[in-house]
């Protein structure tokens, strides 16, 4: 499935997704893997005991703040848009992001053209997006609207809009 | 008024180009019928009866008078030639294609205006009070506070694709004519004990299928964390509100199913995570905002004139109009005014192009170049000085917008309905006609006092009639179609719900009915007592008797 990270396609993806207890048996001790955080929350000792990168898929419906604990020993979370009507993800970012997790925050599921900008200014650096949609005209996405009225995740300054940064300085 | 800089500017344009390229992307067949769907909505796009309907935002009510002549122009070239007011200070098209939106919205942002929020599940355009900054006793000037907001909602990447549409309106004043109560947010401006002034926030008011009135969720918040504080209910609400059911996903479902408390508990929780982040306001930032909405140059001796009170006293139907479509201003020698949009037989918040042209025009002459839209689907110039009044009203006279009806049940507001909207399950304009035709004897209008009537063509409820004194809504029965009224709703600050009356009447007894309202009204009133004060100490009952009692 192609991959946009940090605005740019990227051919090779270590990543492996693992959704049940039989496809995690079968991986290496050293591959780095998104386990879904239901099969997660199973298996919690089996999975830190590996030596490859952990990362986690959760459902939009999680209180991100289950998570604190664990965010250390994340490398990777993916956030879930079932559908292009579904908006919870964005907010999920915001509090990760807060929280100072700084791994790669992986967007699945519906994910096109038209929200790219906004994922990547909530957060989101890693776009995961079917096939059929992806075409490499789509990375204009990030560049359509380039006035940025409110902060976001990362931003240096220090005030709700770019506008305000350029008046007080 | 504020003045858009080179960034405002750049992001209409940008956006502009943008849905350029949506929209041909769609034709393109790249983009499926239903995400695209949501891309034109939150560009103001719907897809109506006829043709597609595009709303343009009103920030807060406020135009100058190029941007009117702007709208004007556009009706003309992409358009009929005409253009509606909606309840929410906005303005709508009719009957624009697809393929020209693009074009059209690219003109109108030469005036700087645009369609961003206008619709879709997204924070909409923000509403405020139509005679902020010019009424005595305001406790602050909402309009400042509006802009701050609706800079801080345009394009948020976070609050894009929220459960369903989020309303906020802004109130300065004791006196509430942005029905605040009846908003997803309602922000009150207010003072503490201590003389500081911030704002009392209310969250969970609305009206469609489960009218609510909106509950006080913060007493005092610093003006400072206006956007923290709006910030974190908005994240709470994206978070947590349904989306299963979308007749349940309004955050007033959320509110109450948690409770107020419960609710209050976690947008507090969460915003003290948020509220000395870079969404706190500076002091430099809330006076720039407010320097665009400093007082016009009003002139120190206007009441020094004595024309206007030799029209007042030798002319009755100027007097009239003075006292029914003007209010009163804050500065001596000026008076805000109505320009009514409610001619006998036209639908209720339409405009030509020739009367938008010709109101920039008299905006230029005697308003500062000014022009407010009200939730009321009307016009006002809010800065007449009071030697202009009488030479504007005979112009008004000229242009059909002087019709001295503010207040009575001729000055009602009416949604669309079946003639435009798809949603709509009956007609409205051909009643409104029926009852305007009906109750054209002003003098009767008068005595009865103020009456808000409003009508609704679907439980959508888009012309708010839950909240009027009397409320008209449109339902389809059995592909008939039939009209339930509702008594004792309010808007304003002591706001309420209608109670439904009894069963719907069919539409040839609309205007009869309200003619036995009236009738009773006019009957059981204590002398001086409006309808709406009526009707709370009597109840429902007596009207429900008298409406429905057997003709012998």
């Known amino acids: ?169 | 008024m504020y003045l858009y800089s080179e960034l405002d500017q750049q992001l209409i344009d940008e956006r502009v180009e943008q849905y350029r390229d949506q929209t041909r992307r769609f034709l393109a067949g790249q983009i499926p019928e239903a995400e695209f769907r949501i891309l034109r909505l939150q560009n103001g796009l719907y897809i109506q009866r006829h043709a597609p309907m595009l709303r343009i935002a009103i920030n807060y009510g406020l135009l100058s008078s190029t941007q009117l002549r702007g709208l004007a122009k556009v009706s003309r070239d992409y358009d009929r030639g005409y253009a509606h007011f909606t309840t929410r200070q906005n303005i709508q098209f009719n009957w624009p294609t697809l393929e020209s939106v693009p074009d059209l919205l690219a003109d109108l942002a030469k005036v700087q205006m645009h369609s961003i929020q206008t619709s879709g599940s997204c924070i909409r355009s923000v509403t405020s009070d139509h005679l902020a900054g010019v009424v005595a006793g305001e406790i602050e000037d909402p309009r400042p506070w509006s802009e701050i907001i609706r800079q801080w909602a345009a394009l948020h990447p976070e609050f894009a694709y929220l459960p369903r549409k989020f309303k906020i309106a802004v109130t300065g004043c004791e006196q509430d004519r942005a029905a605040v109560q009846v908003h997803d947010i309602g922000v009150r401006l207010t003072r503490n004990t201590s003389g500081d002034c911030g704002f009392e926030i209310l969250v969970g008011g609305g009206l469609g299928r489960t009218p609510m009135i909106g509950k006080q969720i913060r007493a005092f918040l610093p003006q400072q964390d206006l956007l923290s504080y709006l910030e974190a209910i908005l994240r709470v609400y994206n978070l947590l509100g349904r989306r299963d059911n979308k007749f349940k996903s309004r955050i007033k479902i959320l509110v109450d199913a948690l409770g107020a408390d419960a609710f209050r508990d976690k947008v507090e929780a969460e915003w003290l995570q948020i509220k000395d982040s870079n969404l706190r306001l500076t002091q430099a930032k809330i006076d720039r905002v407010k320097g665009y909405f400093q007082p016009p140059a009003y002139e120190a001796d206007a009441s020094a004139d004595s024309s206007y009170a030799a029209k007042l006293a030798s002319e009755r139907d100027f007097a009239v109009w003075i006292e029914r479509n003007s209010f009163a201003h804050k500065v001596p020698g000026y008076r805000a005014v109505t320009l009514t949009l409610k001619g006998l037989l036209q639908v209720p918040g339409n405009v030509t192009d020739v009367q938008m042209d010709a109101v920039a025009d008299l905006a230029d002459r005697y308003n500062f170049g000014e022009i407010r839209s009200t939730h009321e689907q009307n016009l006002v110039f809010a800065h007449v000085k009071q030697a202009d009044l009488y030479p504007l009203w005979q112009q008004l006279l000229a242009l059909n917008l002087a019709r001295p009806v503010v207040g009575t049940i001729q000055d009602m507001i009416v949604c669309p309905g079946l003639d435009f909207c798809s949603l709509a399950n009956a007609e409205t304009h051909s009643v409104a006609r029926e009852i305007n035709t009906r109750f054209d004897d002003l003098d009767y209008l008068y005595e009865l006092g103020e009456i808000k009537l409003r009508m609704s063509g679907c439980i959508n409820a888009c012309a708010h009639h839950h909240v009027a004194h009397i409320g008209i809504l449109g339902v389809d029965k059995k592909g008939e179609q039939y009209y339930q009224f509702t008594l004792g709703g309010s808007s304003a600050t002591d706001a309420s719900l209608g109670k439904v009356l009894g069963k719907s009447v069919p539409q040839a007894e609309v205007a009869d009915t309200l003619e036995k309202i009236l009738a009773l009204f006019v009957e059981i009133r204590i002398e001086g007592e409006r309808f709406i004060d009526t009707v709370r100490r009597v109840g429902n009952q007596p009207f429900k008797e008298h409406v429905y009692a057997v003709d012998h």
């Open chain 1, 1 to 169: 499935m192609p991959l946009i990270i940090n605005q740019q396609p990227v051919s090779d993806d270590r990543w492996i997704s693992i959704l049940d207890a039989e496809q995690l048996a079968a991986q290496a001790a050293d591959a780095d893997l998104i386990v879904a955080w239901d099969l997660y929350q199973q298996q919690p000792q089996a999975l830190a005991e590996r030596s490859g990168q952990l990362g986690l898929a959760i459902p939009n419906d999680l209180d991100v703040t289950e998570l604190t604990a664990l965010l250390p020993r994340l490398a990777l979370i993916a956030v879930d848009f079932p559908s292009f009507a579904d908006g919870r993800a964005f907010s999920q970012v915001q509090q990760l992001r807060r929280a100072g997790f700084s791994g790669q925050i992986r967007a699945c599921g519906d994910v096109t053209w038209d929200r790219l900008r906004f994922m990547h200014r909530c957060g989101i650096d890693a776009m995961q997006i079917d096939a059929q949609r992806y075409t490499p005209e789509m990375l204009r996405a990030f560049t359509e609207i380039k006035v940025r009225n409110q902060a976001a995740a990362g931003d240096a300054h220090s005030l709700s809009r770019q506008q305000d940064a350029l008046n007080d300085h």
